[in-house]
C-alpha cells in the first residue's frame, strides 16, 4: 500500500506504469469532521466508477481506468495528480448555495465550473485560474484542456443518468498527468457527485450521509441498480 486515504488506498503492482484502486466503506464529511460507514458503498463505487470510466472511454476521454480486477478493486493507471478538485455544477446545491446566498434546487442557464485547491489543512478552498498559475499547478494549455474535457464529461454524463431518470446536479473531478498526457483520475460516485431522482426530487448520494436523511445505504444501492441494471450482490 503506498496511500490511504478517506474512502480509498492505492497499491503498487509489478508494473511501475498501473496502481491497484481499493474502495472502502468509509464514510467522511466537512473535511473528516463527520465520519461513519456506508454498508456496501464500496463495491457500489467501484462498480459505477468503473462504467462512468467506460463510457468516457467510449466517447475519447482519456482516463486512468484500466479494468475492473474485484469487487472492490480497480486497476489504473499511475497519476502524478494535478491537487485541483474541479466541480461542475447544473443545478444548485450545497457549497455554491451557501457561498453566494441562493436556494438549492435552481436549473442553471449553462453549467458553472469552480476550483477547489486540495488541500486537506485548508479546507480545500475555492480558488481560480490567477492562484491555480500563481501556484504552477498547471499550465494554461493543460488548465484549457481540463476545462474543455470537464465540459464534455458533463454533457455525456448529463445524457447518461437522465437515461436513468437521474438528475446530475454537480460533481468533482480530478486530473493527474501520465506519461505526458492528461487524465481523467480518482473516482465518479455518488460519494463525489449529486444525483436527485427526475421525478420525486429524493436526494440519492452522499447528501443523505451528510445531513443525516437516512435509508443512506438504500440511496447508494438504488444508484447501483438503475447504472449496472441489477442488484448489488451480498
Ligand atoms: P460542493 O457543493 O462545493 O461542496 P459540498 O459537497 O461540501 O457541499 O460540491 C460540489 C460537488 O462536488 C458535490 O457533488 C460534492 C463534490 N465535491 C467532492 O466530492 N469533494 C470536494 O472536495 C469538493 C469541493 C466537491
Known amino acids: 500500500m503506498i496511500y490511504e486515504g478517506k474512502a480509498k488506498k492505492l497499491y503498487e503492482t509489478d508494473d511501475p506504469d498501473l496502481l491497484i484502486q481499493e474502495f472502502k466503506d468509509d464514510a467522511t464529511a466537512f473535511n473528516a469532521q463527520k465520519r461513519g460507514t456506508i454498508q456496501q458503498k464500496g463495491i457500489i463505487n467501484n462498480a459505477i466508477s468503473a462504467r462512468v470510466f ?9 482516463t486512468h481506468f484500466v479494468k475492473q480486477l474485484s469487487d472492490r478493486d480497480m486497476l489504473v493507471k499511475r497519476l502524478q495528480i494535478i491537487p485541483i478538485e474541479l466541480t461542475i455544477r447544473n443545478i ?3 457549497g455554491i448555495s451557501k457561498l453566494l446566498g441562493i436556494p438549492e434546487g435552481i436549473k442553471l442557464d449553462f453549467p458553472v465550473l469552480e476550483y477547489h485547491y486540495k488541500r486537506d489543512d485548508l479546507n ?5 485560474e490567477y492562484h491555480i498559475f500563481m501556484l504552477k499547478l498547471a499550465t494554461r494549455e493543460e488548465l484549457k484542456e481540463i476545462n474543455e474535457r470537464s465540459f464534455a464529461i458533463n454533457q455525456i454524463l448529463i445524457d447518461f443518468f437522465k437515461e436513468k431518470n437521474l438528475d446530475l446536479v454537480d460533481f468533482k473531478l480530478e ?6 498526457k492528461i487524465l481523467l483520475g480518482d473516482e465518479f460516485s455518488p460519494d463525489t457527485s449529486r444525483l436527485w431522482e427526475r421525478t420525486t426530487g429524493e436526494k440519492l448520494d452522499k447528501d443523505r450521509f451528510r445531513r443525516d436523511l437516512g435509508k443512506v445505504e438504500e ?11 441489477k442488484e448489488v450482490l451480498q
Do not use: C, W
Not at 480545500?124 to 481560480?128: A, H, R, V
Not at 486530473?175 to 505526458?180: A, D, E, L, Q
Open 124 to 128: 480545500d478552498p475555492l480558488f481560480n
Open 219 to 229: 440511496a447508494y444501492q438504488e444508484v447501483y441498480r438503475r447504472v449496472m441494471g
Open 175 to 180: 486530473f493527474g498527468r501520465h506519461k505526458g
Open 92 to 94: 444548485t446545491a450545497g
Open 54 to 62: 467506460t463510457l468516457l472511454e467510449s466517447k475519447k476521454i482519456p
